[in-house]
């Protein structure tokens, strides 16, 4: 079936700088997108959405971007702390409103911050 | 933000026993819940979709005889995990949504996890 996929496994950052994750998605019938941030051991925390009629989306210290012409998703992370380190998943709900609410993880992204 | 729950937090039991997993819902009504598992460094795979006072809706490959979901209302769901084997020892996640007609967001609120483990 469709999925959510990332293109980095794995990202190291230096403390104060600015990190990136990205995600591709293949369901272009999907039409909202959260980004998820799991430390080890613990639940995914929400971080921020978006919707397919948005191509950007502030947050505090985080943007999410949406490039629906190619399917790709973007999690920008300004002045990464060490706190920030964890993993990092997009997930994508292929549908909204009344109907089926299940999201679709991807892979997921290990960030790792660099004191 | 809305605060789920999942009770026992980490659990050991031996092989062939059943174990109970709880998911509450603390200060919102959920309208679904969903059940996910873990493993180590890999990503979320949903196991079934419940509503409250329906049978869940289970994902292919997931057997709804050995995992029963059991979502009696609106703030409580359980997954039991029934004759466990090694196999089944995982990282196993809820999930509750509440839906808001005026709300941008449409998110789902996780719980911290159960750890299972199976001797």
């Known amino acids: 079936g469709e999925s959510v996929g990332l293109h980095l496994p794995t990202l190291s950052v230096q403390e104060g700088d600015n990190s990136i994750i990205n995600c591709a998605y293949s369901?272009?019938?999907?039409?909202?997108f959260i980004w998820y941030k799991q430390e080890s051991g613990k639940g995914p925390q929400f971080i921020i959405d978006?919707?397919?009629?948005?191509d950007k989306r502030q947050g505090q210290r985080v943007t999410v971007l949406l490039n629906k012409t190619v399917k790709h998703l973007s999690l920008q992370i300004a002045a990464t702390q060490p706190g920030d380190s964890a993993v990092y998943f997009c997930?994508?709900?292929?549908?909204?409103?009344?109907?089926?609410?299940?999201?679709?993880f991807g892979k997921g992204t290990k960030l790792s911050v660099i004191p | 933000g809305a605060v789920v729950s999942q009770h026992p937090s980490w659990v050991i039991c031996k092989s062939g026993t059943s174990v109970k997993i709880e998911c509450r819902s603390l200060?919102?009504?959920?309208?679904?819940m969903f059940w996910y598992r873990q493993f180590p460094k890999q990503s979320l795979m949903l196991m079934a979709t419940?509503?409250?006072?329906?049978?869940?809706?289970?994902e292919q490959g997931v057997e709804k005889d050995k995992f029963l979901i059991n979502h009696a209302s609106l703030t409580l769901s359980t997954l039991t995990v029934t004759s466990a084997h090694p196999e089944d020892s995982s990282f196993y996640i809820c999930?509750?949504?509440?839906?808001?007609?005026?709300?941008?967001?449409?998110?789902?609120?996780f719980g911290p996890g159960t750890r299972l483990t199976v001797l």
């Open positions: 419940s509503n409250e006072g329906s049978k869940a809706t289970y």
């Open positions: 200060d919102f009504q959920a309208t679904t």
């Open positions: 369901n272009s019938a999907s039409d909202y």
């Open positions: 999930s509750a949504r509440e839906y808001q007609t005026s709300s941008f967001s449409d998110e789902q609120f």
């Open positions: 997930a994508e709900n292929p549908f909204s409103g009344a109907g089926s609410y299940q999201l679709t």
């Open positions: 978006i919707r397919s009629n948005m």
